[in-house]
């Protein structure tokens, strides 16, 4: 059995360029790329280790920059499982990988957080019309922008590429399936009606 060090011989060496990149702080670039950014994963582990990733959107620049080291990622209503705030409880690292639509570049984030009252904040956070639920401030220690071959290979923004949405099981069917339910669930347009009135 090869050890991990046998595997990880295969790679070459990442150049300068690769390491130099990582800075500690939020400069113009960053902040601009967060600006135009509609999405975002957040990535969280519990005290024990266990990772968790949960998706985050709104409008362009819903993830608010108070400064180059502070950002703040208001939380909207979903399904209430909580699982990233309950981490950041007990492990308070976390990082983000924002996307902006149509460009190949992501932007990668790491820090510490603190859970806020959107009260006990100087920053209409607004969106949708409500107000955040709660606010994570991520004190940031480490961003960087990822190289862009991932989603060149992956045609991600490339709309000839779009899956079709009958081409899977529609989603009130792999609900039923999932939590084997004896009755159906409503169909895919009546879920999306009920959630587009949670937004």
Known sequence: MDTVEDVLAGYRAPGGLVLDKVIDHLDRHCR????????ATLATADAEG?????????????????????????????NNRVDSLRNVATNPRAALMFLVPGIEQ????????????????DVDLTEFGRAPLSVLQ???????????????????????????????????RVLKDHCALETDLPDD???RADLAQEL
Do not use: N
Request: aromatic share 10%; proline share 11%.
């Open 50 to 78: 266990w990772p968790d990733i949960s998706p985050r959107g709104g409008d362009p620049g819903f993830v608010h920059v108070l400064d180059e080291h502070r950002l703040l990622l208001p939380d909207r209503p979903g």
């Open 189 to 191: 347009a009546t879920i």
């Open 138 to 172: 991520v004190t940031v220690h480490k961003a960087y922008f990822q190289c862009p071959k991932s989603v060149m290979r992956s045609g991600l923004w490339d709309p000839s590429r779009q899956v079709d949405k009958t081409a899977l099981t529609p989603f009130g």
């Open 32 to 39: 601009e790329f967060i600006a135009h950014s509609p999405f």
């Open 106 to 121: 992501t932007l990668r984030v790491y820090g510490t957080t603190t859970l806020l009252r959107p009260e006990d904040l």
